[in-house]
T-cell receptor
Framework: EPEVTQTPSHQVTQMGQEVILRCVPISNHLYFYWYRQILGQKVEFLVSFYNNEISEKSEIFDDQFSVERPDGSNFTLKIRSTKLEDSAMYFCASSFQGHQAFGSGTQLSVL | GENVEQHPSTLSVQEGDSAVIKCTYS??????FPWYKQELGKRPQLIID?????GEKKDQRIAVTLNKTAKHFSLHITETQPEDSAVYFCAATQESGGSQGNLIFGKGTKLSVKP
């Protein structure tokens, strides 16, 4: 069964640095999402993306965040200037006429 | 916006017993309700989902019921096994024409099945 893949699995960065989290959605999926999960808490929606534009975004997704689909396969989340509170597991998900399939996540640690 | 409440936060059962996890939602426009299982350090995996045009759905030992009037839905696991131990999340969203809105998750239930 095809899966959503994410890289890297772990990312450690210094506060104020830029990070890019990468995702390869399932190939025939058209809708893409980013979620995050702070340790021990529920999964929270960040942003959804369809037809090369943002469909919806949450209050968490402020000006420090951006998403891009640079080619036909990758979907990236960029955090321009990381803060301590950005430390979390970031999940990418994709869907097409069905449930949202989640990637294995990127654990981001901001020091 | 949508708000999803989930209870209990922890649940411990003996192997072979049944487990029930309950969720309520606030937005009557929500029409798609998935349940995800998350093992420690792993991705959330869909285990069952239900749409608002049905009241119950079953897949082997797992069933989900939906009460649209009361805005609540429940996950039922029968004949629990140790490998059912995980955190279970309910979620709600609007689905239209093949596209889904963002999932709003409950806070999760940590299920422990004791052998």
């Amino acid at each position: 069964e095809p899966e959503v893949t994410q890289t890297p699995s772990h990312q450690v960065t210094q506060m104020g640095q830029e990070v890019i989290l990468r995702c390869v959605p399932i190939s025939n999926h058209l809708y893409f999402y980013w979620y995050r999960q702070i340790l021990g808490q529920k999964v929270e929606f960040l942003v959804s993306f369809y037809n090369n534009e943002i469909s919806e975004k949450s209050e968490i997704f402020d000006d420090q965040f951006s998403v891009e689909r640079p080619d036909g396969s990758n979907f990236t989340l960029k955090i321009r200037s990381t803060k301590l509170e950005d430390s979390a597991m970031y999940f990418c998900a994709s869907s097409f006429q069905g449930h949202q399939a989640f990637g294995s996540g990127t654990q981001l640690s901001v020091l | 916006g949508e708000n999803v409440e989930q209870h209990p936060s922890t649940l411990s059962v003996q192997e072979g017993d049944s487990a029930v996890i309950k969720c309520t939602y606030s937005d009557s426009a929500s029409n798609y309700f998935p349940w995800y299982k998350q093992e420690l350090g792993k991705r959330p995996q869909l285990i069952i989902d239900i749409r608002s045009n049905v009241g119950e759905k079953k897949d082997q030992r797992i069933a989900v019921t939906l009460n649209k009037t009361a805005k609540h839905f429940s996950l039922h696991i029968t004949e629990t096994q140790p490998e059912d131990s995980a955190v279970y999340f309910c979620a709600a969203t609007q689905e239209s024409g093949g596209s889904q809105g963002n999932l709003i998750f409950g806070k999760g239930t940590k299920l422990s099945v004791k052998p």
